[in-house]
Nanobody, 126 residues
Framework: VQLQAYGGGLVQTGGSLRLSCAVPGLSLDNKAIAWFRQAPGKEREGVSCIKNSDANPVLPESVKGRFTISKDNTKNTVFLQMNRLTPEDTAVYYC????????????????????WGQGTQVTVSS
């Protein structure tokens, strides 16, 4: 299954973007879903996660209050709403899906996710 992430672009500091990730042929029920990002020269980091179908989203402090993850099961699509963007948010953003639930200690381990999108570039200018 190849996820299809889109919606990235160039935005000024303080602006907003909404990323989408289409998940063709795979139900989002009973899945863990997440968004990661990777900036040049840095490791891939998780920025939002829903660890199972009925869980509340989990976000790291760096984006809490600014980013929101959501999903539409009827459209097999995952979203990442990003507000009050800063240049530190510049990165390639990836969506990821795992069959089944995740335990808390696995949330930000990229290897825990089986399906990945190709990434979409987000650039925030100062």
């Amino acid at each position: 299954v190849q996820l299809q992430a889109y919606g990235g672009g160039l935005v000024q500091t303080g602006g907003s973007l909404r990323l989408s990730c289409a998940v063709p042929g795979l139900s989002l029920d009973n899945k863990a879903i997440a968004w990661f990002r990777q900036a040049p020269g840095k490791e891939r980091e998780g920025v939002s996660c829903i660890k199972n179908s009925d869980a509340n989203p989990v976000l790291p402090e760096s984006v809490k209050g600014r980013f929101t993850i959501s999903k539409d099961n009827t459209k097999n699509t995952v979203f990442l709403q990003m507000n009050r963007l800063t240049p530190e948010d510049t990165a390639v953003y990836y969506c990821a899906v795992r069959n089944g639930r995740l335990i808390t200690s696995e949330l930000w381990r990229a290897g825990a996710y089986e399906y990945w999108g190709q990434g979409t570039q987000v650039t925030v200018s100062s």
